[in-house]
């Protein structure tokens, strides 16, 4: 069982930056697949990052690579997400996800742990 708390959102004007941070329980954190996705109001749940376990795949969607940065510490048990250059279409709730089979990074339903989400808004 893992358990997955995210910090870090808030309220940012357009242009700027926030790091999410998402704290994993559970010892065999290094061996799962991270994820961060992301749900604005009425839209689907999508994609935005993946790390694997040893942090050699870190897939992005293309709306925010180049901007948005994944990275984990597993001494610490924690995946981040830097996310700079923020434009008001990045404003969701942002879920954290743990996958410990193989995933396809990309496709939401290979996670089995979710957070409960953090709030970015991101003013114009």
């Known amino acids: 069982q893992v358990q997955l708390v995210e910090s870090g959102g808030g309220l940012v004007q357009a242009g700027g930056s926030l790091r999410l941070s998402c704290a994993a329980s559970g010892r065999t954190f290094n061996t799962y697949a991270m994820a961060w996705f992301r749900q604005a109001p009425g839209k689907e749940r999508e994609f935005v990052a993946a790390i694997s376990w040893s942090d050699r795949n870190t897939p992005y969607a293309d709306s925010v690579k180049g901007r948005f940065t994944i990275s984990r510490d597993n001494a610490k048990n924690t995946v981040y997400l830097q996310m700079n250059s923020l434009k008001p279409e990045d404003t969701a709730v942002y879920y954290c996800?743990?996958?410990?089979?193989?995933?396809?990074?990309?496709?939401?339903?290979?996670?089995?742990?979710w957070g409960q989400g953090t709030q970015v808004t991101v003013s114009s």
């Open positions: 996800a743990a996958g410990g089979a193989p995933v396809r990074p990309t496709y939401r339903f290979d996670y089995d742990y």
